[in-house]
């Protein structure tokens, strides 16, 4: 989706904190979410934060909003192997209607 | 058990033929979609039904014809298939439409048109 944009790729190490970044452009977003893919499968729900939240922390994941600057970041500390993935950021609307950033490979090496 | 699933999950074929990808889902769900996922990662939504009624159509062909016999249940259909359907189709799923609540998604039916 051209109004929700990510990095192509992430490169770290295990054990590392990892932060993936997105940036959307319409005001509007009621809900921005972040899923995880993993090779052959669906989208998998890991979190999600209501527009009026600056941060939700969730075991090793904690999401940042800045409203003002459209940004949204996505931190996976200690980052294992297992991580491994792509990950794509969405906003929804009032409808629940989901537009979905072009995903961010995170690449975790041993 | 599988919340969405999806059959087929590979499907191969041939220009011109027509085939039907269908989905069913056991969470309770009243709002299902298709999303198509080319091979950059792009998704698209194509499709949304809420309760049976289609709500979102997207500039999709219309060789492309969605039909959903019950809340549980939302298949693709697609005549004529073109080189440029290959891709992923993903079906989905979500609690009414309200915001907030995601979607929970099938695994995939990899399409590839030869």
């Known amino acids: 989706g051209e109004d929700v944009e990510q990095s192509l790729f992430l490169s770290v190490r295990e054990g590392d904190s990892s932060v993936i970044n997105c940036t959307y452009t319409d005001s509007s977003s009621t809900y921005l979410y972040w899923y995880k893919q993993e090779p052959g499968a669906g989208l998998q729900l890991l979190t999600y934060?209501?527009?009026?939240?600056d941060m939700k922390q969730d075991q090793r994941l904690t999401v940042l909003l800045n409203k003002k600057d459209k940004h949204l970041s996505l931190r996976i500390a200690d980052t294992q192997t297992g991580d491994s993935a792509i990950y794509f950021c969405?906003?929804?609307?009032?409808?629940?209607?989901?537009?979905f950033g072009g995903g961010t490979r995170l690449m975790v090496k041993p | 058990d599988t919340a969405v699933s999806q059959t087929p999950k590979y499907l191969v074929t041939q220009m011109g033929n027509d085939k039907s990808i269908k989905c069913e889902q056991n969470?309770?769900?009243?709002?299902m979609y298709w999303y198509k996922q080319d091979s950059k990662k792009f998704l698209k939504i194509m499709f949304s039904?809420?309760?049976?009624?289609?709500?979102i159509n997207e500039t999709v062909p219309n060789r492309f014809s969605p039909k959903s016999p019950d809340k549980a249940h939302l298949n693709l259909h697609i005549n004529s298939l073109e080189l440029g359907d290959s891709a992923v189709y993903f079906c989905?799923?979500?609690?009414?439409?309200?915001?907030?609540?995601?979607?929970?998604f099938g695994s995939g039916t990899r399409l590839t048109v030869v």
């Open positions: 989905a799923s979500s609690q009414g439409l309200q915001a907030g609540y995601g979607y929970t």
């Open positions: 039904y809420n309760n049976k009624e289609l709500i």
């Open positions: 969405a906003r929804g609307d009032a409808g629940n209607m989901l537009t």
């Open positions: 934060i209501f527009s009026n939240m």
């Open positions: 969470l309770g769900h009243d709002t």
